[in-house]
Structure formats: C-alpha cells, structure tokens
C-alpha cells in the first residue's frame, strides 16, 4: 500500500510521448512473451496516444519516471452499445482503455483503477481474451466478467464493469 502512495498520476503532456510510446513497445514485448500474438499487433501507435493527449483522456502514472500509461474517459463507448451479455448498470460509466506498464513495479493496474474509481463510481473496461494478465488484475480489483463486446476491426473483446460505493 506505501508503495502506491509515491506514485503521482497525471494528466499526460506532449513531452511524454516518446516514453509513452516506448511503455506501448514494453507492453507489447511483455504480452508477446504471455503468448498473447493476437493483441496490440501494431497497436497503440504513437497518433493513439496523440488523440487521447488532446481529449485530455491521457493519463500516466510516474514515480521519478513515467512507469504506466492509461486512456480515460467518462461517456458513451461505442463499443460497449452493443454486448453478448448484460452490464449490471446503465449509469453513466468510466472507461479505461490501452493500460501499458513498463513493468518496472507492481500494482500499477491498482493505482490505475482505483485513481478512476475516485472520478466515477461505475467503470467499464475490455480486454483481449488472450491477455491473461489484464484478467487477473481485473478479477483481483473487483470487476465483474459481463460478456462479449466488439471493437472497431469487429474482434471480440472480454467486457467487465466494476461498481463502486
């Protein structure tokens, strides 16, 4: 718990985009050495995390160094419209999308969700069926598995709310 406590989450600026897009690299490596091919073939590049830079739903996480990146926002994913299963809510929600770690400290998907939970008590988040360890963070922080939702290339994608106080 301590050690969360150091780490500062802020909104990203234009001058961590490059240790941005390096984290994105790290993520990749990581997932392709899980045996995850499937995910984040060329995904997210560095005009991803420009767009999110300027909606302001850039977030990363440093200590004396940037050590996670995270998109978030609260609205409408258009994704999530449709969904083979059910949401528990219909409330306005926050998503969190393209979590990546430099994997130089654990609990950092903690501090992530926790940090949004504090914006907005309803959270939405998607991932790769292959990408084990997203699920199991998921499932240790508290979300629940909802069903199938699809992204813009029509892949399917693991779908879990986590509900707040």
């Given at each position: 718990r301590g050690e969360l406590e150091s780490m500062n989450i802020r909104l990203a600026k234009e001058e961590?985009?490059?240790e941005i897009?390096?984290?994105y690299d790290l993520a990749r490596a990581y997932m392709r050495k899980e045996g995850n091919f499937a995910q984040w073939r060329n995904y997210p590049k560095e005009e991803d995390a420009r767009q999110d830079l300027i909606k302001r739903e850039l977030y990363v996480?440093?200590?004396?160094?940037i050590l996670a990146v995270f998109a978030f926002f609260i609205g409408e994913e258009t994704n999530y419209k449709e969904i083979?299963?059910?949401w528990r809510r219909e409330d306005s929600y926050g998503v969190i999308h393209?979590?990546?770690s430099s994997g130089k400290k654990s609990g950092i998907t903690r501090a992530c969700f926790s940090f949004c939970l504090g914006k907005i008590p309803y959270l939405r988040i998607d991932t790769h069926e292959k990408n084990r360890s997203m699920q199991e963070a998921l499932k240790r922080f508290g979300f629940q598995y909802c069903g199938i939702v699809h992204v813009e290339d029509g892949s399917p994608r693991l779908a879990f709310d986590y509900i707040g106080e």
């Amino acid at each position: 718990r301590g050690e969360l406590e150091s780490m500062n989450i802020r909104l990203a600026k234009e001058e961590d985009i490059r240790e941005i897009c390096q984290i994105y690299d790290l993520a990749r490596a990581y997932m392709r050495k899980e045996g995850n091919f499937a995910q984040w073939r060329n995904y997210p590049k560095e005009e991803d995390a420009r767009q999110d830079l300027i909606k302001r739903e850039l977030y990363v996480l440093e200590e004396e160094e940037i050590l996670a990146v995270f998109a978030f926002f609260i609205g409408e994913e258009t994704n999530y419209k449709e969904i083979e299963g059910a949401w528990r809510r219909e409330d306005s929600y926050g998503v969190i999308h393209r979590i990546a770690s430099s994997g130089k400290k654990s609990g950092i998907t903690r501090a992530c969700f926790s940090f949004c939970l504090g914006k907005i008590p309803y959270l939405r988040i998607d991932t790769h069926e292959k990408n084990r360890s997203m699920q199991e963070a998921l499932k240790r922080f508290g979300f629940q598995y909802c069903g199938i939702v699809h992204v813009e290339d029509g892949s399917p994608r693991l779908a879990f709310d986590y509900i707040g106080e």
